[in-house]
């Protein structure tokens, strides 16, 4: 007889405890051991216990190990989470089988050796049939599902309980994310603003709302909401710095003239514009979408245009705002000159139109459902063994459940977007089918996408400072990662798995539309590379730009109106402070707005920062050293930003990798 000494390390996390018998069986090129009890009455967590499984003969290399955990007698049932198991054999070759998910049915689940392999890696048939089996499984747990025309397709589940256990919300943030949801809700509803459909009388009442709640940038926000600095600063550290472009040109749609803005120290529109000082904003994007109704009533949507003028002490300031896309006498262009009023009434009419932009294209499409899209393709194409995947998996951890909660409770028919956004119920699917057909590669590339939109020397742009540094970070961390197993083009070209999941992404993310640039298979190690750079980077630091600050800027109400409920104003002079009063949304959708972004900017105790890898997936040394490389990087990174910051009136914290978290999980 010979013997191999188990050890199984059990998850420190709530639940994770199993009185449950516990089996396992090893699996290797010589034979199997037989299904052997781990003889323990109870598997606590956090534990760290050793058995040994005796065999007649050495079972060679081991491949795979067999557990099951079975509900005994008239013990309930439970969940278990062990996170690895190693095995020292009898020729003293220590192997590790990284696990890192909750078992909870009866079934036999198999897991693989850590070493990453590649499916032409394969020598042995045992691996070959379990990798096999591997995603079959899970071409039936991850199923696609169509959302609706024109936008991406979602997981197949019948709500966010039904998806597998692997990829369920830990205990910890389940009970939290509902407390949080619970007592915001609570709160409005004592104060009798849920069901208070009248309008504010006086803006400085919906201080009422949340009054405890506010952060110290929401607090400045109200302070300076109105203030002309803060409305453009918005476009380029605010949750929406995707849309600002610079602009040589002014597009005929938007005729301004050197008469009509006040361009100081004697310069005009016209020189400006050569000298690259003049910035434009466009929600083309919202053009011609009819607005939702709230509470039976017409709401309105506007798609404006915003002329920024960067001035010689480098202050964005606006300088003309018009409020729909084709010009025309009952659509005026707003000026600073113009009465308080009307600049103001137009300065909200562009924050709202940011608040739709910004939901469904910025966070909703460009991070939320993307990431969901990356998630199902490498569930269902590369399995656990494969380097790809484990280099992406911890950049997945709770986006599906969070999209499944969303898609009900959010925008969903009797979600909360769907009752209080100008853009929610039909809009939104007009909104995001038409977000998705302009969505580029080189758009989710921050290099890429800050060169198209020429913004490479435009001054106090924190975003774009931080996130550059963020993605040569990481792509740094991928690219010595991917280099490590992928030695030519060819061995990128030979990889099926790699060639499936990205083929699956661009038809199931990207609806096969060549338009967006989006690769439909890798032929070379340096596109592979940019690809996963990409998905990593959208997955955390994306997400987080445009996720974190909600309540920040969203907190005070008119700051960031959900709805607007006058139409825009056609002449100029016709505006007043119970005009905007009029115009801003009513008390309960205010306050549950403002819940909203309250709960959505909440960071749950279980976060998991940037570069924070809490699961084993590579056992390898070389890869082990690979991700302290990356997280030192990423603690330097921050010290700078933290440096940087201590002089600035506003900090800008959302991309410091502290504040990142690693996966779409809010
Ligand atoms: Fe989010």
Not at 23 to 28: F, N, P, R, S
Not at 172 to 181: P, V
Not at 244 to 270: A, E, W, Y
Not at 418 to 433: C, D, H, M
Request: glycine share 6%; net charge negative.
């Amino acid at each position: 007889m010979v013997d191999y000494e188990v050890t199984v390390y059990t998850g420190d996390r709530v639940h994770a405890t199993t009185i449950n018998p516990v089996h396992i069986k090893l699996v290797g090129t010589e034979g199997e051991s037989a299904r052997t009890w781990l003889r323990s009455l109870v598997i606590f967590r956090g534990a760290v216990a050793t058995y040994t499984v005796s065999c007649p003969k050495s079972l060679g290399q081991l491949v795979l190990i067999e557990l099951d955990k079975r509900q005994f007698f008239i013990l309930p049932g439970d969940a278990w989470f062990p996170d690895k198991v190693e095995i020292i054999s009898p020729e003293k070759t220590i192997y590790t089988f990284p696990i890192h998910c909750w078992i909870c049915d009866s079934e036999t689940h198999r897991y693989r050796e850590g070493k990453a392999l590649r499916i032409f890696d394969e020598s042995n048939s045992l691996g070959q049939y379990a990798r096999q089996q591997e995603l079959s499984q899970r071409s039936v747990d991850y199923a696609w599902e169509f959302y609706g025309p024109g936008m991406p397709d979602t997981i197949k589940a019948d709500g966010a309980m039904t998806l597998p256990d692997e990829v369920q919300f830990s205990f910890t943030k389940t009970t939290e994310f509902a407390f949080t949801a619970a007592t915001g809700l609570v709160e409005l509803q004592l104060k009798g603003l849920v069901d208070n459909q009248e309008n504010w009388k006086d803006l400085d009442d919906i201080n009422d709302v949340f009054r405890n709640k506010g952060t110290p940038l929401s607090d400045y926000v109200q302070e300076h909401w109105t203030e002309d600095w803060l409305f453009a600063y918005q476009f380029l550290n605010g949750v929406n710095p995707t849309l600002i472009q610079r602009c040589k040109t002014l597009p005929g749609k938007f005729p301004v003239t050197d008469d009509m803005v006040f361009i100081p120290d004697g310069s005009n529109l016209s020189n400006e514009l050569k000298k690259g000082n003049i910035y434009l904003c466009d929600y083309k994007n919202l053009d011609g979408i009819p607005a939702n109704t709230v509470q039976e009533k017409q709401q309105y949507l506007t798609a404006p245009l915003v002329l920024l003028h960067k001035r010689p002490d480098d202050k964005l300031m606006p300088i003309a705002i018009q409020l729909k896309q084709t010009p025309s006498k009952d659509n005026p262009i707003f000026l600073p000159t113009d009465s308080e009023y009307d600049w103001l009434t137009a300065k909200i009419f562009v924050r709202s139109a940011d608040f739709s932009e910004h939901q469904l294209n910025a966070h909703l499409l460009r991070t939320h459902l993307l990431a969901e899209v990356f998630a199902v393709s490498l569930l269902r194409n590369l399995p656990m063994v494969h380097p790809i995947y484990k280099l992406l998996i911890p950049h997945t951890r709770y986006t599906l459940q969070i999209n499944e909660l969303a898609r009900v409770r959010l925008i969903g028919p009797a979600g909360v977007f769907t009752l209080i956004a100008a853009s929610g119920g039909e809009s939104l699917s007009k909104i995001l089918a038409r977000s998705l057909s302009s969505i580029t590669y080189r758009s989710l590339c921050i290099p890429d996408n800050i060169d198209d939109r020429d913004l490479q020397d435009l001054p106090n742009f924190y975003y774009r400072d931080d996130g550059l540094q963020l993605w040569n970070i990481i792509f740094e961390y991928v690219q010595r990662v991917i280099k490590y197993y992928y030695k030519s083009n060819d061995e990128v070209q030979r990889d099926s798995e790699l060639q499936t999941w990205i083929g699956d992404i661009f038809k199931h993310g990207f609806l096969s539309q060549l338009q967006t640039g989006i690769p439909q298979n890798f032929t070379t190690v340096s596109e592979l590379i940019k690809f996963a750079t990409m998905v990593m980077f959208t997955c955390s630091c994306q997400h987080a730009a445009v996720n974190s600050g909600q309540y920040d800027y969203g907190g005070w109400m008119p700051n960031f109106p959900t709805t607007l409920q006058r139409a825009p104003p056609t002449k100029k002079g016709t505006t007043s402070k119970s005009t905007i009063l009029e115009t801003l949304p009513p008390i309960n959708v205010t306050a549950q707005g403002m819940a909203t972004v309250w709960l959505l900017s909440r960071q749950s105790s279980d976060f998991v920062p940037l570069g924070h890898y809490l699961e084993y997936h590579y056992t390898e040394k070389t890869l082990r050293q690979l991700q302290k490389d990356f997280k030192s990087d990423l603690d330097k990174l921050s010290i700078t930003i933290n440096n940087r910051n201590k002089g600035l009136e506003i900090p800008y914290t959302y991309l410091d990798p502290k504040n990142v978290e690693n996966s779409v999980a809010i």
